[in-house]
């Protein structure tokens, strides 16, 4: 089973920035992509940007040139460094990690979401 711990959301101002960060801890043999979704009340969860292992970014639209993800696969962590922050993007932002773990039967795939970390942005 693999957990993942997200910070760093807050509450900030129009054109402000922030940063999240999300770590993964578990038997992890792999981890092919990591990514970010965010979910808005009464609104569904709509992917944000995600990295793969091998430096492959891909971004919604509305966070193009304001978002960027990176990765430190090392420590099997992803981060979204938020600049240019808009009342729209506000959002509980969800860390997602999809990868192989190994067991006693071997490997197998997996994919975990973190709990969630709001992010508030204010006219």
């Known amino acids: 089973q693999v957990q993942l711990v997200e910070s760093g959301g807050g509450l900030v101002q129009t054109g402000g920035s922030l940063r999240l960060s999300c770590a993964a801890s578990g038997r992890i043999f792999s981890m092919t992509t990591m990514g970010w979704y965010r979910q808005a009340p009464g609104k569904q969860r709509d992917f944000v940007a995600s990295?793969?292992?091998?430096?492959?970014?891909t971004y919604a639209d509305s966070v193009k040139g304001r978002f960027t993800i990176s990765r430190d696969n090392a420590k099997n962590s992803v981060f979204l460094q938020m600049n240019n922050l808009k009342p729209e993007d506000t959002a509980v932002y969800y860390c997602?990690?999809?990868?192989?773990?190994?067991?006693?039967?071997?490997?197998?795939?997996?994919?975990?979401w973190g709990q969630g970390t709001q992010v508030a942005v204010s006219a």
């Open positions: 997602d990690a999809q990868g192989t773990t190994v067991g006693t039967m071997g490997l197998s795939t997996f994919r975990s």
């Open positions: 990295a793969t292992s091998d430096g492959t970014t």
